[in-house]
């Protein structure tokens, strides 16, 4: 028999106390006894053949019980968990209360828990925010399409070998070589390596050394790494720099015109293309729009939101916000701990600078969540098995992919993906 109690903890925590039979836990100092038997030698047995009286001879009784404790704990407690409802969170912490042969177990444990959340009077607030929200246009003015014409006739420039000194403005294509004490320091080589002159991208002196060189020259110059240089074997060294001018280009940005619009292979005309971009911002500013309208509606939402959040539920989300930052930092050939050297920082400096960002995530997570339940808002499970298999049918061996992918936490993940979006769906429509 399992006999449980719970007890309620600051910090969206509990305490569980639980109490296992004698005749429910006995058998449990048999597996413990098993799983020694595995990995001590006992004279005259094999692995895991040793009877329970020849183990508990070799490693003694006390070891043996706290074996079996831990066992009985793993065994219990999500029977407890499932039998009481709990919504447990992170990692739990149990503690043994009574141990002895013959009575019952008796273990305590301490875990978070979801926080129960209440939302306060919240039809007003969102009525205010939709209010604000449809005075805003998404107009597009002719200066702005004018504006992104012109980036994008720069996004096309032109490279035009030239044959004069380099100057601001202009790719070069070179090669080098540092020395630190007469011996190539690693990484220090590289060969046609392409360069704007005047973005300071290398350390500071090096591009102004450039400008004035000519194709085929060939210049030595000496330069002192930066104190703060990321390398920190570099960091304040002076080093001799080689450098071969390979190339001088000319970059030339095209003309905007009827003949530069026609040259995308999109549009007629210039006016062709006025129209295709206004449109294009247009659609673009009208999902800004949306989406901060709806960011706007979250933090009304939380602001009625009472809630006490356990430490663990933000630790998760630094950890998920890390792990999309990874994501979008591997677009740009970048790892984590690249990035980290670049801005002096440690990942622990990062989590407290993004842990407000992260209880606020967490705040709207269950806001949303709270606000479905009161509007009684549920997703039918064959909508979010339909949306499913349309996510899983963009990949060719699906099969594989079921395989390698957790199936129920991808159904939460698009249930509560669809649920967020009905919620909000609902809230927008709130005068």
Known sequence: MIKSEIKKLPGSQIEISVSVSWDEWEKYI??????????????GFRAGKAPRDMVEKKVGTGALMDAAAQRVVQGTYPKVVTEQKIDAIGKPQAEIVKLAEGNDLEYKVVTSVIPEAKLKPWKKEIAKVNKEYEKKTAEV??????????????????HVDVEREAQDGDNVILDFEVKKDGVPIENGTSKNHPMILGRGVFIPGFEEQVVGMKAGEIKDFELTFPKDYHAKNLAGIACLFTVTLNKVQERKTPDVSDEFARSLGK???????????TEGMEEEKKHELKEKRRGALIDA???NLEVEI???LVHEELHKMIGEFEMQLQGMNIT???YLIQIKKTVDEIEKEWEPQAIKRVKAA?????LAKEQEIEIPAEEVEAEMNKALAQYKQIKDIEKNIDLARLYNYVK???????????????K
Do not use: C, W
């Open 336 to 338: 984590f701990e690249q």
């Open 141 to 158: 003015t002719k200066e702005e399409v004018e504006k992104e014409i012109e980036e994008i006739a720069k996004s096309r420039v032109q």
């Open 267 to 277: 549009f007629k005309d210039l006016e062709d293309m006025r129209k295709n971009v």
């Open 416 to 430: 509560g993906m669809m649920q967020n979006e009905k919620v909000l769906e609902m809230m927008e429509n709130v």
């Open 30 to 43: 048999e597996l413990a006894a098993k799983d020694y038997s595995k990995e001590i030698k006992i004279q």
């Open 366 to 370: 269950l806001a949303l969540e709270e």
């Open 310 to 312: 356990p430490h663990v």
């Open 301 to 303: 939402l939380v602001e």
